[in-house]
DNA sequence: GATTTGTACAACCATTTGGTTGCACGTTAG
DNA sequence: CTAACGTGCAACCAAATGGTTGTACAAATC
């Protein structure tokens, strides 16, 4: 088991997040294993498409960090890793508090009276 | 001007936003026009990418919603809409409550006492 | 041991993505 | 008016996505 290490997020790792979160198939199935760890061949029998769709679906989750697999016997739990949806969080985060300072900066101006703008 | 009706989020809208948010140029232009609106060719002008390129980093953005375009004479300038941001963020949130609620309900079963464990 | 079950993986295909170049058009400057 | 600038759009291309079917293999069951 590799224990996670680093604590700053590559841009490609962020990308990742970002990407696995973007389809409704595989927001549905982390929301199916963070309300209970289960196999794949289940999860595959909620949706209408192929096993193995469901498998890269799981891939991708996978690579993102989302979530991790845990074999069990002969069948192979999905879990949720919900410290990477923190990071997602923490990006997000980010550009709000960017807003909010920007928000603070023209306050800022306009309180000091707005001399001249810069124009480019 | 079309105003934000739509108070429930579309599966393709968060696809397209988490989609949008995605890549590293993206949240880099993201940034840029949340610090200070600008037009597509100031944008361009920090990449080393050509200028349709950054338009359609651009075009991905604003059909996301994230960002808006307002006519100034001849520029075209770009600026964040942050409100579509509060709708990715209300994802990630639903995903953590989710997963404090499935704690709190561990916490609950592990109060009444393992009374049988699934081996784990 | 033979069969079923859960999983993994390769090959293939259509569509999308992310980049390029080139052209057209409206607006500003000389 | 003419030239330059900012923008938009189409065509094109390589690579990645999201799906399929088929094959292979290890573990559980009979």
Redesign the interface.
């Known amino acids: 088991m590799v224990v996670q290490i680093d604590a700053e997020p590559s ?2 790792e ?6 696995a ?4 198939t595989r ?1 549905d199935i ?2 199916r294993v ?3 760890e289960q196999s794949v061949s289940a999860l595959a029998g909620a949706y209408r498409m192929s096993l193995p769709a469901v498998q890269k679906h799981v891939a991708v989750l996978e690579r993102a960090g989302l979530v991790g697999k845990t074999r069990h016997g002969r069948e192979q739990r999905v879990h ?1 890793e ?1 410290e990477r ?1 923190a990071r ?2 923490g ?2 985060d980010a ?2 508090a ?2 909010r300072h ?1 928000i603070d900066s023209m306050d800022a101006l306009l309180a000091e009276g707005p001399t001249k703008e810069p124009k ?1």
């Open positions: 841009q490609e962020i990308d990742r997040i970002f990407q979160l973007a389809d409704a927001r982390l929301v963070i309300e209970r949720a919900p949806l997602a969080r990006v997000l550009f709000e960017l807003w920007r480019e």
